[in-house]
């Protein structure tokens, strides 16, 4: 197995500093899901261009969505037909309206 590369600290503290980022804004963005700032819909519009919402997985999507726990979320995903490990940038667009028909 190879090894990763080795970095400085200057460049560890910089993927460090951007990993934090993008934590805190993925955070933010199911925050907003969850206070139905936004919807489903302007988050899977946002996909494709939006790599914060292109990297989070389905599931934690489905999971901030208000009323919907990880039980149900979990439902969704197997009756529709995605996998687990689905980001939200990886979904079709039969995928992506089945999820809207279901949870609009």
């Known amino acids: 197995m190879a090894t990763p590369p080795t970095l400085d600290p200057a ?20 925050n907003q899901l969850k206070l139905k700032v936004l919807s489903l819909r302007d988050v899977l519009a946002r996909a494709d261009t939006d790599p914060v919402v292109g990297k989070l997985k389905v599931l934690a999507l489905l999971e901030s969505l208000p009323g919907i726990g990880k039980k149900k979320a979990r439902e969704y995903m197997e009756e529709i037909g995605i996998a687990d490990s689905r980001r939200v940038q990886g979904l079709g667009a039969q995928q992506r309206q089945a999820l809207l028909e279901k949870l609009g």
């Open 11 to 30: 460049q560890r503290a910089a993927a460090l500093a951007k990993a934090a980022e993008v934590r805190a804004a993925r955070a933010e963005l199911k």
